[in-house]
Nanobody, 125 residues
């Protein structure tokens, strides 16, 4: 069992930055690939970024590539999402998730086993 708690959301002007954190419980954290998703009002949850268990492989949605960076610290059981050059369309609730399978694409919400409660990110124009 893994429990995930996100933090770091808030209100920021366009062009600004935020750093989201996802703290995980449990000693098996390093076995999980981790992902960040977001959901805007009235829209489906969408993939943002994923990182493998070692931190050596990452993948981003085209919409955030070059602006967002996902990282993890397995010693501290934490995953970060550094978000720079934020745009109003980045607004939404951001969720972190943990995936135990080695065979997942990492892109689909249904592949993930555990989810956090989400943190709100609002970007004003």
């Amino acid at each position: 069992q893994v429990q995930l708690v996100e933090s770091g959301g808030g209100l920021v002007q366009a062009g600004g930055s935020l750093r989201l954190s996802c703290a995980a419980s449990g000693r098996t954290f390093r076995r999980y690939s981790m992902g960040w998703f977001r959901q805007a009002p009235g829209k489906e949850r969408e993939f943002v970024a994923t990182i493998d268990w070692s931190g050596g492989s990452t993948y981003y949605a085209d919409s955030v590539k070059g602006r967002f960076t996902i990282s993890r610290d397995n010693a501290k059981n934490i995953v970060h999402l550094q978000m720079n050059s934020l745009k109003p369309e980045d607004t939404g609730v951001y969720y972190c998730a943990a995936d135990s399978s080695y065979y997942s694409t990492g892109l689909i919400p249904g592949e993930y086993d555990y989810w956090g409660q989400g943190t709100q990110v609002s970007v004003s124009s």
